[in-house]
């Protein structure tokens, strides 16, 4: 039972626009949520997160949406840049088990 | 601070033999986090530790196992080592809210 989804395992982009990528989630007792970048071989990197309190955080180029009712959270990317390609995935945290649970990821290609 | 290290970063092992792995967290944090990433499966959680205590398990046979010491260090162990093991093994620390992974460690099991 995959309670966290990314139901699109790749988007390319054309560098300059905009990434929009997308999770979706089942558990409602998800109260905080962050995004990472991976890199092959590499760790994935905290990127940006978000507290259920909240339905948008921003860092730079980097944005998250959080809906609550309809259980979805999303991350934009402007502009993109071709040093964003990679893998990305979302998680979700239930803050009273500490447990995270993870997607299963994005693989996102910038175009130059 | 320096980042979560984990040794070794490759593993070349065969079926039937055990492995063991080791993860130093950021200093200070308490949790240690254990992730098996396999193509196409994403991050699949195994166990956390806190505080030398295995805190959350996830859904894998008992051949994997865990231990965390006193200086929070963590070492996971896989006994009996399946084709299907092979994977990026990552570990990650927290503090509280947010983890920071390691590099990870790749095994392959021949």
């Known amino acids: 039972d995959q309670q966290v989804k990314q139901n699109s395992p790749s988007l390319s982009v054309q560098e300059g626009r905009i990434s929009i990528l997308n999770c979706d989630y089942t558990?409602?007792?998800?109260?905080?949520f962050l995004w990472y970048k991976k890199y092959p071989a590499e760790g994935p990197t905290f990127l940006i997160s978000?507290?259920?309190?909240?339905d948008k955080n921003e860092d730079g180029r980097f944005t998250v949406f959080l809906n609550k009712s309809a259980k979805h959270l999303s991350l934009h990317i402007v502009p993109s840049q071709p040093g964003d390609s990679a893998v990305y995935f979302c998680?979700?945290?239930?803050?009273?088990?500490?447990?995270?649970?993870f997607g299963t990821g994005t693989r996102l290609k910038v175009l130059a | 601070k320096a980042g979560v290290t984990q040794t070794p970063r490759y593993l070349i092992k065969t079926r039937g033999q055990q492995v063991t792995l080791s993860c130093s967290p950021i200093?200070?944090?308490?949790?240690v986090s254990w992730y098996q990433q396999t193509p196409g499966q994403g991050l699949q959680f195994l166990f956390e530790?806190?505080?030398?205590?295995?805190?959350n398990k996830g859904n894998f046979p008992g051949r994997f196992s865990g231990r965390q010491f006193s200086n929070s260090r963590s070492e996971m162990n896989v006994s009996t080592l399946e084709l299907g093991d092979s994977a990026l093994y990552l570990c990650?620390?927290?503090?509280?809210?947010?983890?920071?992974f390691g590099p990870g460690t790749r095994l392959t099991v021949t």
């Open positions: 990650a620390s927290s503090p509280g809210y947010g983890q920071y």
């Open positions: 558990n409602s007792m998800f109260d905080y």
């Open positions: 978000i507290s259920s309190i909240k």
């Open positions: 998680a979700a945290l239930d803050s009273g088990t500490y447990k995270y649970i």
């Open positions: 200093s200070g944090h308490r949790s």
């Open positions: 530790y806190f505080s030398e205590t295995q805190r």
